[in-house]
């Protein structure tokens, strides 16, 4: 019972409302605070293995300053921790739960081999608000539709957020660390780094500040604001939850204090914090959605699987239709995209070019800041049809319509094309230096002609859905 604990952070790197660091800081017992860059780090795109690189030197900065270090190693996660726990004396490994199925895979190896080895080898919550397998319907099984899921959980209790601690023992020497700078984790980003980089907000500290401006300043309009994409009407805290810089229990207890304080968006905040968890509901319970078709009757829909010049456009923010093409620069250039945006997009590729979902998640998994495993499978399956949705194929969103309905003054337009403007904003002319020079694009050039007549296109998407009896 002296002996040390390893705390290993994943995307939990923030230092309150972490029930791990909190029983291990209370145990009296040394702590050693690790970071690997495992397998699963290893396999994220460039967008979010940048930013996480970001969020890892945040939090190491947080833990000196508390008097502790954040150890450093690369390779597969058991072999880095039992080389640990050999050069240590560690007698416990304890980590923050993740339900994707990677994640999994690689949490139960170095559980079972840990515990076979006598080392007490321990997952805690912290990464969602309600556990997947506590959340279950009348008959004992899953939620598959969000709304009976948002009255399942929306009145229980959640513990209030935990403080972070006073102090967090520390052994007599540290094992060596790697140094973050040799791991390149931005290498991918190239030049893309230097526009994004002057957006991001980063750390604990920084998103606690965010998130205190959003309710003392946004969420009183947030039902309406969040829908008109050039208006500052959300939260902007997906970037922090990806990296747990912020706990889903701090934003819920905020949303919460605003809710009973009258403030009417309030609500509806507390809905989209939930809906994150509603993915990893599904994400844990049916893992082939960060996949495959989470409705098995899709898989024989004739999607185009290939790199055609179509979705080539679509990836270069060049299909004629001004606001999918704003939604596509605006994520190069912040490392996000509005949310109705992303409907937008995912929506047009799927169904106005019938490319297959996959090829969009693929895309938004090596271009967002922030990615997340859960969010971003539903999100698509859901634009896409394949997914948990309740009316899965005709809802078509018409890009010209909706860019007339939320943008009726043309602002996120103006923002982010400068083709055609005589005197382009400092956002539009960013976005030419973000992407790749090989992409030989130019804010001179002439704006294109669409891909696609959006009518057209709509009833190719509903003649196709209608051959396979949706």
Not at 68 to 92: F, H, K, Q, S, Y
Not at 131 to 159: H, L, N, Q, S
Not at 406 to 423: N, T
Request: proline share 6%; with cysteine; net charge neutral.
């Amino acid at each position: 019972m002296t002996s040390p604990i390893i705390l290993w952070f994943r995307r939990d790197l923030r230092l309150s409302d972490h029930p791990a660091l909190t029983e291990a800081a209370a145990s009296g017992r040394p702590v050693i605070p690790v970071f690997l860059h495992d397998e699963v780090v290893s396999s994220l795109g460039a967008a979010p293995k940048w930013r996480l690189g970001l969020s890892v030197a945040a939090h190491a900065k947080a833990l000196s300053e508390k008097g502790a270090r954040l150890i450093l190693r690369r390779g597969r996660a058991l072999e880095c921790l039992a080389d640990l726990v050999a050069e240590t004396g560690a007698g416990a490994v304890w980590w923050t739960r993740a339900y994707d199925p990677d994640s999994i895979a690689r949490d139960t190896e170095v559980k079972t081999a840990l515990k076979q080895a006598g080392v007490d080898a321990r997952s805690f919550p912290g990464h969602v608000l309600f556990e997947p397998w506590t959340v279950e319907t009348g008959t004992g099984g899953y939620y598959r539709v969000y709304t009976p899921f948002w009255k399942a959980v929306r009145d229980r209790d959640v513990a209030e957020a935990r403080p972070a601690p006073g102090r967090i023992p520390v052994p007599e020497g540290w094992p060596a660390s790697d140094d973050l700078d040799d791991w390149h984790l931005g290498a991918a980003m190239r030049r893309g780094a230097d526009v994004v980089g002057a957006l991001v907000t980063v750390g604990e500290d920084a998103a606690r500040g965010r998130l205190g401006a959003f309710i003392a300043e946004g969420i009183d309009n947030y039902d309406e604001a969040r829908d008109f994409p050039a208006r500052d009407g959300t939260s902007n805290l997906s970037e922090n939850l990806t990296y747990g810089e912020i706990s889903p229990v701090a934003l819920w207890h905020a949303g919460r204090r605003a809710m009973q304080e009258g403030k009417r968006g309030a609500e509806t905040f507390l809905k989209e914090v939930v809906w994150r968890d509603f993915a990893y509901h599904l994400v844990y319970h049916t893992p082939r959605i960060t996949h495959a078709n989470w409705r098995p009757e899709w898989d024989a829909f004739p999607w185009n699987t290939e790199a055609t010049k179509a979705v080539t456009r679509w990836k270069r923010g060049r299909t004629g239709e001004p606001f999918v093409d704003a939604a596509m620069r605006e994520m190069y250039v912040t490392g996000t995209m509005h949310n109705r945006a992303r409907m937008i997009v995912a929506s047009y590729l799927t169904k106005h070019l019938l490319s297959h979902w996959r090829i969009g998640q693929r895309w938004f998994e090596d271009c967002l800041i922030d990615w997340d495993p859960a969010s971003n499978a539903m999100g698509w399956q859901w634009a896409a049809g394949s997914g948990p949705d309740a009316t899965p194929y005709f809802r078509v969103f018409n890009p010209a319509t909706q860019l007339e309905k939320f943008d009726p003054d043309g602002h996120y337009r103006r923002r982010w094309i400068a083709e055609g403007q005589a005197a382009p904003s400092a956002t539009a002319l960013s976005f030419f230096d973000a992407v790749p020079r090989s992409w030989g694009l130019a804010a001179a050039e002439a704006y294109p002609a669409p891909i696609v007549n959006l009518k057209e296109g709509r009833q190719t998407a509903l003649d196709a859905y209608k051959a396979r009896d949706f």
